[in-house]
DNA sequence: TGGCTATTTGTCCCTTTTGCCAAATACCTG
DNA sequence: CAGGTATTTGGCAAAAGGGACAAATAGCCA
């Protein structure tokens, strides 16, 4: 296979936002950042594992982080994440 | 978490695009249709590996297949999907 | 029908992912 | 320093993902 590596990082970070609570987290840091705690009310399951999706999230480059006394405001880096959702949409017109 | 269920749905197209064999085999189906075999000939794993790739991707609405004689002849859908590459390359590029 | 080619499906094994709980860490404040 | 709040990390169990091999299925041709 061709370019093998180049597949495999294109994967990694399409892996990172193939999540439901990542895909939720992503729509709401793009109305702006957050922080662990505001997250977990919304979504509602432990704030260990929402922790561990903003890691995965911050790994592949997707947000980003600053911390701000005691707590981690996370911001989206890259909008164009929300682009994919367009594409995702039209897959599914098609098959209706 | 509101509207989980397009949260999930969503979460289950990127999930299919999300491994290194299926973006190479998306990347093909876009230069043109091509055959099962063909497709393995081109990664070099088992065919049985790449036939449940190729299912999983016709799943999500994202390729299709048209029987001619014995041969399953596969086909990309929706191009958009290469859009989303864009995005990650962008996302790279903000790393270094 | 029997054999040949192309593809899919069943089964097994191993690895990764996800979620919870509890413990650890970090930082502020009295 | 002690206590409080915010977040991350370790460990564990259940579930899902990925690959190989063998067997099943489908369609062609003699």
């Given at each position: 296979?061709?370019?093998?590596?180049?597949?495999?990082?294109?994967?990694?970070?399409?892996?990172?936002?193939?999540?439901?609570?990542?895909?939720?987290?992503v729509?709401?840091l793009?109305?702006?950042?957050?922080?662990?705690?505001?997250?977990?009310?919304?979504?509602?399951?432990?704030?260990?594992?929402?922790?561990?999706?903003l890691?995965?999230l911050r790994?592949?480059?997707i947000i980003a982080a600053?911390?701000?006394?005691?707590?981690?405001?996370y911001r989206l880096l890259?909008?164009?994440?929300?682009?994919?959702?367009?594409?995702?949409?039209?897959?599914?017109?098609?098959?209706?």
């Amino acid at each position: 296979m061709l370019d093998n590596e180049r597949y495999t990082y294109m994967a990694s970070v399409m892996k990172a936002m193939a999540h439901p609570t990542r895909l939720f987290i992503v729509d709401e840091l793009d109305k702006g950042p957050k922080n662990v705690g505001e997250l977990t009310a919304m979504v509602g399951i432990d704030m260990s594992t929402i922790s561990r999706h903003l890691s995965i999230l911050r790994h592949a480059g997707i947000i980003a982080a600053t911390k701000n006394n005691n707590q981690m405001i996370y911001r989206l880096l890259c909008p164009c994440v929300l682009d994919m959702y367009k594409c995702v949409l039209k897959i599914k017109e098609q098959e209706d």
